[in-house]
């Protein structure tokens, strides 16, 4: 039967997931609980009545404060019964079951336990800032601390082998146990007994939800799996760690993954929208647009008297520039392969690198190029191309045109000013390694693009001509004029790399690669 009263709004706005969980029943089934449109049996009806008076009794507490939101979820962990949080004794309680512990030796079998008492934590959402309670470690580190099992937890930290090296200070709590350490991404911090199990939990909670399927099993493995990260990068040794990067202005149609030599491209899902982006409007955007890439980043850490070793591995070192290329890489595909297509780009919008100590997000916005009215449609039928393409590209030395490309890039991102124009014609120019003799351009397009294209020569001649303009202070086009012009000269750009690419991929890095192509046409 349904609660006779209503459901505070207060109560609804914390979610559905937590719902569902302490009454053991489906997501779709809790969203009709919060409607009251949902038969409860019995004991779920008492299960959701204490719930609902367990959040009045501390809101009124917090509303006492004067801070409703930081006192609400400071309070919320510790509200234990017996051994367990009091969600996951709803739970059992509810006929849930609870997965099987596991681990392969003493302190995963204690994360893992652990994890499986803090997971419904995970599921509230806080308020209007959804990454207020659980990005607030001092609150999981209290939560914790208050946990039956939190003693032999730290002491399984401090008699890891791998840990050793981290804490150079042995206090009497586990506050007072740390360390500093640095990243082979430049960031500096201190990490304590206390806070470690903390932040593992909150960046496997972080990765387990950009990858979408959310569940108890799946933050448990999530959990073991960033634990090994943290062993082998407090051992000293480099790890891959987990990064995603946001690519707008396509879209997955087919399949929900796909393999590929880059990693594992994946389709956003409604849930992964909900939490990578967090922006209603783009949210609504990516109904049917955008994908993203999981693959992984090299990285390391330094500790103690290490702090000052600057001297990293070479593919920690290497790291950046590989996730740089990958993503041109990706980008540069796309646009071969859907070179008639109307978007010019599909390109990177975001960036999050997971790695088990940091207590902040590590999620980067990147200046990308507009929004496409139209995504392009990734479908079963062009895998083979987006497949041969990229085999292209990795066999071939493209050192000749990655200035070509950035360019390009750039003049996507603002096409309706002049600097986006001059970006896409000194694209143009070292595609054929034209330095300051832009006049022969047009005759490189000419013999590249053979078989009756007079218009792209005519548009080559037309740009050299808009070059001398700008240059020389003349240009006064208006702001759609601008644009029409930069994306004629994108799209003249992308045809010429394209015949390169397929006629002469061992010029694309000569220098003297203009007098090659004319001659080719003699």
């Known amino acids: ?42 004991k779920q009806k008492d299960t959701l009545a204490s719930y609902i008076q367990l959040c009045r009794q501390m809101r009124a507490v917090a509303v006492s404060q004067g801070d409703i939101e930081q006192s609400f979820f400071h309070r919320l962990p510790h509200v234990l019964h017996g051994n367990h949080h009091i969600f996951t004794v709803w739970h059992m309680q509810n006929d849930g079951r609870l997965v099987d512990v596991k681990g392969t030796d003493s302190l995963s079998k204690c994360l893992a336990a652990l994890a499986v008492d803090l997971y419904p934590l995970f599921l509230v959402k806080a308020g ?24 032999q937890l730290y002491r399984q930290i401090l008699e890891d082998l791998s840990f050793e090296r981290i804490f150079e200070a042995i206090g009497n709590s586990p506050s007072e146990t740390y360390g500093h350490y640095a990243d082979s991404n430049g960031r500096r911090g201190t990490i304590t007994l206390s806070s470690l ?13 950009i990858r979408g399927p959310v569940s108890l099993e799946i933050f448990v493995d999530t959990v073991l799996e960033m634990l090994e ?62 994908f993203m890439l999981e693959s992984g980043f090299a990285y390391a850490v330094n500790s103690g008297d290490l702090l000052d070793d600057d001297d990293w591995p070479d593919e920690v070192q290497e790291a950046e520039n590989e996730k740089a290329s990958t993503e041109l890489n990706i980008t540069l595909c796309m646009a071969m392969c859907f070179l008639s297509e109307s978007s010019p780009f ?30 392009l449609e990734i479908t079963n039928a062009v895998l083979d191309d987006l497949e041969n393409w990229s085999l292209r590209l990795e066999d071939t030395d493209s050192r000749g045109v990655r200035i070509a490309f950035s360019r390009l890039f750039c003049a996507a991102r603002q096409p309706d000013k002049l600097d986006g124009l001059l970006d896409s014609i000194l694209a143009l120019k070292n595609l054929f390694a034209a330095g300051s003799d ?50 004629a000269c994108i799209s003249l750009c992308l045809t010429c790399l394209h015949h390169i690419y397929l006629k002469f991929p061992t010029l694309i890095s000569d220098p003297n690669r203009l007098e090659h192509i004319i001659a080719s046409k003699s």
């Open 1 to 42: 039967m349904p609660l006779k009263e209503p459901i505070p709004n207060f109560v609804k706005a914390m979610g559905h997931r937590v719902v569902s969980y302490i009454l053991n029943i489906s997501e779709p089934e809790a969203r009709q609980v919060l409607q009251q449109q949902y038969k409860l049996s019995p």
């Open 128 to 151: 209007t800032r959804p990454h207020l309670f659980y990005r607030a470690s001092g609150y999981l580190s209290a939560a914790i601390s208050h946990l039956p099992n939190s003693k």
């Open 197 to 209: 199990p903390a932040a593992i939990m909150i960046n496997s909670y972080d990765l387990m939800r």
């Open 229 to 290: 990260i943290a062993r082998s990068v407090a051992d000293g040794e480099v790890a891959q760690i987990p990064l995603f990067v946001g690519f707008r202005n396509a879209a997955l149609n087919d399949f929900d993954e796909l393999e590929t030599k880059w990693g594992t491209l994946r389709r956003y899902t409604p849930a992964i929208a909900e939490y990578v982006l967090q922006i209603p409007s783009q949210m609504a955007k990516r109904k049917d647009s955008g």
């Open 346 to 375: 599909v390109a990177p919008e975001w960036v999050w690198r997971l790695d088990p100590f940091s207590l902040e997000s590590a999620k980067e916005w990147v200046d990308t190029v507009q929004e496409a009215e139209y995504p």
């Open 438 to 487: 832009i006049k022969r351009v047009a005759d490189g397009v000419g013999a590249l693009v053979s078989g009756g294209h007079d218009d792209a020569v005519a548009l080559a001649k037309e740009l050299q001509e808009d070059w001398e303009l700008i240059l020389s202070g003349e240009a006064w086009w208006d702001g759609e004029e601008v644009r029409e012009k930069t994306f």
